[in-house]
């Protein structure tokens, strides 16, 4: 009798255990990229996955720092990052967003509406502050590029025709009090999206 108590806390403990492990086993892994993201010399690692199991599919950015110890620890991980949308749990490859590190910066490019965008993110006092927004939009006749520059504080929009050699640049400032951060960019969608 004595028995069974004892295996009966140890069977309960696996079980849960086993379902834990099952829920962080749906996200299946969509991108990787590696780069030195809070300048320190050492190679970090970004993940972007979705989750298979859950009815919208969301997507999971992961941002991990390797230590000196070479273990990576985690720095960021949200499933709130990404506004998605599929079809029948089928991805275009041109929707799932890209991930890149470039001068120490977390690059995020995707394609909305066809409309080019990249968002770049620095790691500032343990955040990842949004520092600028890139954003091509084109149609038969003209291209549209926008480039919004937080730290600076400037909107330039320079729109090209077609077989033309001119653009047209207009430049106009903007007030900026608080740097978007991945934890909230959903917030600031309508301004940077």
Known sequence: MKKTFILLPLFLTAHIFAQQNDNRNNFMLLKQAVGDLNKDGLQDKIILSEDTTHPSRP???Q??????DRKFKSAFSSTEVFEFNHSD?????????????????????????????????????????LVSVSKIKSDENTTVETKTDLIAGTVTETTKTKGSKKSKKNQKKITVNILPTLDNIKSFSHEFN
Request: glycine residues 6%; aromatic residues 10%; charged residues 30%.
């Open 63 to 68: 941002i991990f720092f390797l230590g000196s």
């Open 89 to 129: 749990g089928i991805y275009a490859d041109r929707a799932v967003p890209d991930i890149r590190v470039e001068n120490n910066n977390l690059v995020i490019s995707k394609d909305i509406n066809s409309e080019k965008q990249e968002q770049t993110f620095r790691h500032n006092k343990g955040k990842f502050e």
């Open 59 to 61: 997507l999971r950015l």
